[in-house]
Nanobody, 115 residues
């Protein structure tokens, strides 16, 4: 059974930093694509960052140069380091993986950036 558990969200002032963690069980992250999505109230869920099994990374334009996705293979955790946070980054952040036919999502962690 695949489970994804996010942590690390919180309240931070604009310009600050947070590091989100996604811990996986029932899945080996280094063999899969793992994504971070976010969803603000009244908005669609959007892809923020992606890391592939080959360590290729992708980012949405609005976070390039500020967010960094990485993976700790020994701990089976994917991180999202978020620097220079802006109020527009306020959202619930979700970890996602699709190791087979099914999509797997974490429960989400709230990030709130005050101006």
């Amino acid at each position: 059974q695949v489970q994804l558990v996010e942590s690390g969200g919180g309240l931070v002032q604009a310009g600050g930093s947070l590091r989100l963690s996604c811990a996986g069980s029932g899945i080996i992250f280094r063999f899969n694509v793992v994504d971070w999505y976010r969803q603000a109230p009244g908005q669609q869920r959007e892809l923020v960052a992606r890391i592939t099994a080959r360590d290729t990374t992708q980012y949405r334009d609005s976070v390039k140069g500020r967010f960094t996705i990485s993976r700790d293979n020994a701990k089976n955790i994917v991180y999202l380091q978020m620097d220079s946070l802006k109020p527009d980054d306020t959202a619930a952040y979700y970890c996602h993986a699709q190791p087979s036919t099914y999509d797997y999502w974490g429960q989400g962690t709230q990030v709130t950036v005050s101006s």
